[in-house]
């Protein structure tokens, strides 16, 4: 049996990670997971999965709990998020929680000998170097869940690192990749959820359209397979079934494709390096490559430079750019401004090399605090 921590269950990634723990109950079993706003939602997995731990939104719905069920401990807020991760007993901790706020309680379960399936990207992002660190020190497991890089493992598995050449991260172009620039002035929250291939929360889908999600994973991806940015590409491939491809230096490219399912890779983290069935097979069909254009998605370019320049500046470009697309899921601002706020930010930043956890956690803090309150 082995043991699960699960943040963010009641999200997209959560309720699909459930529904594979469910199907195989006899190898898994749920010890804390964190929950959200939704009351129904929320007890709908405690009467399923009886966790020992589990950690609400906010302090108010506690009475919701305690005494419904006295088997569960409840813990809540940011601070409840790390109680689930320091939890006592050793296991693999899901984290997919959306944005800056999964920084920590990854490095608390590292911390107390969990390994990690990340779905968070911005766990890598802010902090991938000190993560790194931690997860050597500490002789944990770190896994992918991004479909994009847990295709990119699959093709290195077994493959001496040394042989690898460059990989290429896929991207489908989001919800306006028929649109040009101009076109983009007057799009509406609606329009900018609708993901052409995905199923997927509002921010991730909101990224996918500025194209910022395949920048942070350009960022995550550096910090998984431990990759130059120079030999990490991206290519626009609309059908969004080859995930990722990893270039060998003997002219061998290894793709991995699958339906657009996220099931898929929650799997293969759950149980690697065991593989499970999986009802529907890819049909296929005609695939199409199209080079990145760097002009209609300048944030991707930013990312790139970003990226490179490391430090402080990912955590200042995602935190601005959090912080902006909530504005715009908010309707406060507009979808190009989404773009004007990350580059005001990054391109007023004074570096800094080499940063502490602390000073990541603050600087994330003090930019989205300036910028809600600017709006
Ligand atoms: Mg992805």
Not at 11 to 25: A, P, R
Request: net charge negative.
């Amino acid at each position: 049996m082995k043991f699960i921590y699960l943040l963010g269950s009641t999200g997209s990634i959560g309720m699909q990670t459930l529904e594979v723990v469910k199907k195989y109950k006899n190898e898994f079993k749920l010890i804390g997971c964190s929950l959200g706003t939704d009351d129904k939602k929320n007890m709908n997995i405690l009467d399923e999965f009886q966790p020992e731990i589990a950690s609400l939104r906010y302090r108010n719905q506690m009475d919701n709990y305690v005494d419904k069920y006295p088997n569960t401990k409840f813990v809540y807020g940011d601070h409840g998020l790390i109680q689930i991760s320091q939890y006592p007993k050793k296991g693999l901790l899901i984290n997919a929680l959306s944005g800056s706020v999964g920084l920590k309680p990854t490095i608390e379960a590292i911390k107390t000998y969990k390994d990690i399936a990340l779905a968070n990207k911005e766990t890598l992002v802010m902090a991938g170097d000190i993560v790194n660190q931690y997860v050597r020190q500490y002789n944990v497991k770190l896994y992918p869940i991004d479909s994009e890089h847990s295709a990119l493992w699959q093709t290195i598995d077994h493959e001496n690192k040394d042989y690898i050449k460059k990989m290429v991260i896929t991207a489908s172009g989001g919800s306006f990749r028929d649109l040009n620039r101009s076109q983009l002035k007057d799009v509406t929250i609606k329009e900018a959820l609708k993901h052409p291939n995905w199923v997927m929360g509002a921010k991730i889908t909101i990224d996918s359209a500025t194209m910022m999600n395949k920048g942070l994973e350009v960022i995550e991806a550096h910090h998984l397979f431990n990759l130059d940015y120079e030999n990490i590409e991206t290519v626009l491939h609309k059908e969004s079934v080859v995930h990722g491809l990893t270039y060998f230096i003997d002219g061998t490219i290894k793709a991995a494709l699958s339906i657009s399912d996220m099931k898929i890779p929650i799997a293969y983290a759950l149980f690697y390096p065991k593989r499970i069935k999986h009802p529907n097979d890819l049909e296929l069909n005609d695939l199409s490559f199209k080079p990145m254009d760097y002009e209609r998605y300048p944030l991707l370019r930013l990312a790139f430079k970003v990226g490179k320049k490391g430090g402080l500046l990912p955590t200042v470009m995602n935190a601005a750019n959090e912080a902006a697309v909530w504005l715009f899921l908010n309707e406060k601002i507009s979808f190009l401004e989404i773009e004007d706020i990350v580059f005001d930010y990054v391109n007023r930043f004074d570096n800094v090399e080499e940063p502490t956890l602390d000073q990541i956690i603050a600087t994330d803090q003090i930019i989205q605090d300036e910028i809600y309150k600017k709006y």
